[in-house]
C-alpha cells in the first residue's frame, strides 16, 4: 500500500513539473511572439517616416531646381522684351509735361506709349477742352535730336469739355531716314484753331520732351555727299544712295538750316537717266524751320519711271530753289546738281 502511495506521489510530482514546464515554454512562445509583434509595429511605422523622409528630399530638390529655372526664364522673357524696345526704347525725363495751355485748353505728355507699331512711335497726350465749343489742334513743328520729323496729333478735333488721352504719333519713316539712333529730345509745338477754323490759340514756343537716353553721346552729322548750296547759313547736300518704299523711290537731301529764318526747298526740274519727270515728283517736307536739320526725300514715282522704261536709277539731274518762309523772298534759284548712283 505505501508503495503505491508513493507511486502515485511521484506521478503527481511528475505531472505538475511537466505543466509546469509547459507554461514555461507557453510564456516564453507568447513572449516571443509579443517580441516579433513589436518589432513589425515598429517596422511598419518607420516604413512610413522612411517614405516622407524621401519624399520631402526629392520635394525639396525639385523645388530647389525649379526656382532655378524660373530666375533663368524671367532673364529670358526680360531680354525677348527688350527686342520690341524699338517701338519703346526710352521713357520721358519728366512725364507729365505741359506742351500747350491756354485759352482754356491743356495738352500734356503723359509718357511713351505701351502700343507699339511697325510706323509709328507714340507719347499719349492728355487732352482737356474747358471750353464750350470745340477745338481744332494742330501741330506746329516737330524735331527730333534736332532733326526735322514729321507726326500728328490723332483725333485733333477736341470737343466741348473734352477730357481724353489721345496718340502723338511720330514717324518711325523720318527717324529711320535722319539716322537717328537714340531719340534724345523732342521739341514740340502746337497751335489751335475752333470749329470753324479761325485762329484761336497762335503758335507756341516749342517744348523740350527729354527723354531718359538725353545724356548717351551724339553722332556727328555726316555730311557727305553732293554739295548743292553751302551759303547765308545753309548746306544742302544731295546723298549719293537711294532708298525705297512701295511707292518712290527716294534720293535723300540733307538740309541744315543754321539761318534765322524758316526755309523751304523744292525742285523745279528732275531729269532721271536723262529723261525728264513730271512735277508729281517733289520734296517731301521742303519747309525747314530756323536752327534745324532736316533729311528730306525727293520722293520719285515708280510707275512713271517704269513708263519711262527706267530699271535702274544711274543719274539724277535736279533743279532747286529755295525761299524764305518769312516774307517768301528768294533766296537761291536754280541750283542745279547732278549726282551719279552706282
Not at 16 to 31: D, P
Not at 52 to 59: A, F, G, N, W
Request: net charge negative.
Amino acid at each position: 500500500m505505501n508503495n503505491i502511495i508513493k507511486v502515485l506521489i511521484s506521478v503527481t510530482l511528475i505531472i505538475c513539473i511537466l505543466m509546469t514546464l509547459a507554461s514555461c515554454e507557453e510564456s516564453e512562445s507568447n513572449t516571443l511572439l509579443g517580441t516579433t509583434s513589436t518589432e513589425s509595429e515598429t517596422a511598419e511605422p518607420s516604413t512610413p517616416t522612411t517614405t516622407p523622409t524621401d519624399d520631402i528630399s526629392s520635394s525639396t530638390e525639385s523645388e530647389t531646381t525649379e526656382p532655378s529655372d524660373q530666375t533663368s526664364k524671367p532673364t529670358d522673357d526680360t531680354s525677348s522684351m527688350d527686342e520690341p524696345q524699338l517701338d519703346k526704347p526710352f521713357t520721358l525725363a519728366c512725364p507729365n509735361t505741359v506742351l500747350l495751355d491756354s485759352n482754356g485748353v491743356k495738352l500734356t505728355a503723359l509718357d511713351f506709349s505701351e502700343e507699339t507699331s511697325e510706323t509709328y512711335i507714340t507719347i499719349d497726350v492728355r487732352v482737356e477742352n474747358n471750353n464750350t465749343h470745340g477745338v481744332n489742334i494742330m501741330l506746329n513743328s516737330l524735331t527730333v535730336n534736332g532733326y526735322l520729323i514729321s507726326g500728328k496729333l490723332d483725333s485733333f478735333v477736341t470737343k466741348a469739355g473734352a477730357d481724353q488721352i489721345v496718340p502723338f504719333t511720330i514717324s518711325k519713316r523720318d527717324i529711320e531716314f535722319a539716322e537717328i539712333d537714340e531719340i534724345r529730345e523732342i521739341l514740340v509745338s502746337f497751335y489751335a484753331k475752333d470749329e470753324n477754323y479761325k485762329s484761336f490759340i497762335s503758335p507756341v514756343e516749342p517744348v523740350s520732351l527729354k527723354t531718359t537716353k538725353f545724356d548717351t553721346p551724339t553722332k556727328e552729322l555726316d555730311t557727305s555727299g553732293v554739295q548743292v548750296y553751302t551759303e547765308n547759313d545753309i548746306l544742302i547736300v544731295v546723298k549719293e544712295d537711294l532708298c525705297s518704299d512701295s511707292r518712290y523711290m527716294l534720293a535723300k537731301l540733307l538740309i541744315k538750316n543754321s539761318s534765322d529764318s524758316a526755309i523751304s526747298v523744292s525742285c523745279s526740274k528732275l531729269i532721271v537717266n536723262g529723261k525728264e519727270l513730271s512735277n508729281s515728283n517733289c520734296i517731301r517736307y521742303g519747309g525747314v524751320p530756323a536752327g534745324v536739320i532736316s533729311y528730306n526725300s525727293m520722293d520719285i514715282e515708280k510707275n512713271e519711271l517704269e513708263t519711262l522704261g527706267i530699271e535702274v536709277i544711274e543719274t539724277i539731274e535736279m533743279t532747286l530753289k529755295v525761299l524764305s518762309t518769312e516774307d517768301w523772298t528768294l533766296i537761291a534759284d536754280n541750283l542745279t546738281v547732278i549726282v551719279n548712283y552706282k
